[in-house]
């Protein structure tokens, strides 16, 4: 996923700045490539395409490629059976993972997830920085992802929105309307009343992160917003392509909306974020670098605590409908209208 891949390559500038020599080299699949493009601490990719995922003879050219780079240690950041398999066939003399049953046999080194958060960075982050305590880096220091756009993106990008008639001296939101499923998809009714709240308190241009197949229940959720919200969302401009998105939003005051690779991205180019965590997802991940100013986040169980005693992520994601109905737009209201004003 975008957000994994996003938030793994704070690995990459914490070995750089130990290791300014070793040459670092990024495992990934291949769509998520965008959000890691320029990055100058990855020394080279290798890209698991769709074609590697289906083919067992693929695959297995591909375990190849890596046995033949002699590397000498791996970090295997989800340790799953296709990076298992990696991880064996690299012939590395250090092999880091996460700890599950079996990572004994593979790794030589095993790290237990941590469970509560030490720092603002959120536990995405935190526990990706202990995978590199076996390479003698231990730090304190909060590595925040970071995406790299160019000057010629930024510029391409801003003729672009100045043509589809968006005034960049005005205030522009850019929207999460979507998340990757629909059990992390703010229902789309309370949705339109976060943008009819968003539209009424900035009086801001409104643009939708969507794809294009998408764009059904994008206009689902742009046919339920008030008249006056509709007259200042432009629901034809977005971007084409992953990197358009992000040189867009590169423009915008802040990106409002589902928790996700959008609010990843958005906080990765220093744009403010307002984020709706789907009721299943454990905020305390997730929720990186928030200060209730430039980065906020809304949860159901900060409301309605009583609805997450003894439950297990299981349990919450098998009832995400019901808890997600229980999550209504007045609850969060307040904050929204004081991050939108601020």
Not at 41 to 52: G, H, R
Not at 131 to 154: A, C, G, M, R
Not at 207 to 220: R, S, T
Request: with cysteine; proline share 4%; net charge positive.
């Amino acid at each position: 996923m975008i957000g994994d891949v996003l938030t793994s390559s704070i690995l990459f500038e914490a070995l750089k700045e130990k290791y300014p020599n070793a040459e670092l080299h990024y495992v990934l699949n291949k769509h998520t490539y965008p959000v890691v493009e320029h990055n100058p601490f990855i020394d080279e990719f290798l890209f698991v395409t769709p074609e590697i995922e289906k083919s067992k003879v693929a695959f297995y050219g591909f375990l190849k490629t890596i046995r033949h780079k002699n590397y000498d240690a791996v970090i295997d950041v989800y340790s799953k059976y296709s990076s298992n398999l990696m991880t064996l066939f690299s012939g590395a003399k250090l092999k880091i993972s996460k700890r599950k049953w079996y990572t004994s046999i593979i790794y030589n080194h095993n790290y237990t997830d941590q469970k509560v958060k030490k720092t603002k960075a959120g536990l995405a982050i935190e526990n990706r920085i202990q995978l590199l305590e076996p390479l003698h880096i231990k730090t304190s220091k909060l590595y925040k992802p970071k995406i790299h756009l160019t000057n010629k993106e930024i510029t391409e990008s801003k003729v672009f929105l100045q043509q589809s008639g968006i005034d960049l001296n005005k205030p522009i939101y850019m929207i999460g309307v979507l998340g990757s499923g629909m059990n992390k998809t703010y229902p789309f009714e309370y949705m339109a009343k976060v943008i009819d709240v968003i539209a009424s308190e900035s009086k801001g241009q409104i643009l939708f992160n969507y794809i294009p197949k998408q764009e059904n229940n994008a206009k689902q959720i742009f046919d339920l917003c008030s008249a006056e919200a509709q007259n200042q969302i432009y629901f034809k401009v977005f971007g084409n392509s992953l990197r358009d998105f992000l040189a867009i939003t590169h423009h915008c005051k802040a990106l409002i909306g589902n928790e996700g690779g959008a609010i990843n991205m958005a906080k990765a180019i220093n744009i403010p974020t307002f984020t709706i965590f789907s009721p299943w997802i454990k905020k305390e991940v997730w929720s990186s670098f928030e200060d209730d100013v430039q980065n906020v986040s809304v949860h159901l169980k900060d409301f309605k605590p009583h609805f997450f005693k003894n439950k297990d992520t299981r349990q919450l994601k098998a009832h995400w409908k019901t808890l997600y109905s229980e999550f209504e737009p007045d609850l969060l209201q307040a904050k929204l209208k004081k991050f939108v004003s601020s």
